[in-house]
Structures are given as structure tokens and as C-alpha cells.
């Protein structure tokens, strides 16, 4: 059982940072990947930033040089650190922890509940 819980949103003006933290708790054998995906109303959820267990970072075009993400491994947990904000990044965004729970079983997708990041212009 992986529990993943993310937090940080809230509402900032146009050109401030946000920092989301999402931390992965449970029996998790091993991580393969985290990342962050976002879904605005009406439209389809996609992917923002992730990153592997390699340390191997990807990054959807829109953010590229504003969002980092980051991680803690020894706290499971990865966080986005997003600068100068865009009334277009407004969504919910969400935690996805790409693990294995045992040795016996291969990698499975767990999800947060997701958190509102609100950016006024």
C-alpha cells in the first residue's frame, strides 16, 4: 500500500514561486520515477516535469527554464520548484510515483490527491 500526498499549492500573482512537496509513504521496494502532472478545467492532465532514478530529468516545453524538479530520497519524496509563474500553469497538480512494492512485483503508478496552484494576473 503507497500513499502519496502532495501539498504547497495555493494562490500567487503572475511572476511569483510556488515550491510543491509530494511525499511517497508505505511499503515502496523501489522507486523507478516520480513526477509532477497538472490538469487544468477542460482540458486533458500532462505531464510537467519528472524524474527518474537515475536522476535523469524531463521537462514539458512550457516550463522549461522556470520549473525544477528535485528530490530527497531518503525522505521519498520529490518537489517542484516553480518560478515566475503564468496564469496558464493555473491547474491541479498532481504527484505520480512510478514504484515497485516488493521484489516480487514490477513498477505500478500511485497518485496524490492532487493540489490547486491558482495564478492571478
Known amino acids: 500500500q503507497v500513499r502519496v500526498v502532495e501539498s504547497g499549492g495555493g494562490l500567487v500573482q503572475a511572476g511569483g514561486s510556488l515550491r510543491l512537496s509530494c511525499a511517497a509513504s508505505?511499503?515502496?521496494?523501489?522507486?523507478?520515477?516520480m513526477g509532477w502532472y497538472r490538469q487544468a478545467p477542460g482540458k486533458q492532465r500532462e505531464l510537467v516535469a519528472s524524474?527518474?532514478?537515475?536522476?535523469?530529468?524531463t521537462y514539458t516545453d512550457s516550463v522549461k527554464g522556470r520549473f525544477t524538479i528535485s528530490r530527497e530520497n531518503a525522505k521519498n519524496t520529490v518537489y517542484l520548484q516553480m518560478s515566475s509563474l503564468k496564469p496558464e500553469d493555473t491547474a491541479v497538480y498532481y504527484c505520480?510515483?512510478?514504484?515497485?512494492?516488493?521484489?516480487?512485483?514490477?513498477?505500478?503508478?500511485?497518485w496524490g490527491q492532487g493540489t490547486q496552484v491558482t495564478v492571478s494576473s
Open positions: 524524474i527518474t532514478s537515475g536522476g535523469t530529468t
Open positions: 508505505g511499503t515502496i521496494f523501489s522507486f523507478n520515477a
Open positions: 505520480n510515483c512510478d514504484v515497485r512494492t516488493s521484489v516480487y512485483d514490477p513498477t505500478r503508478d500511485y
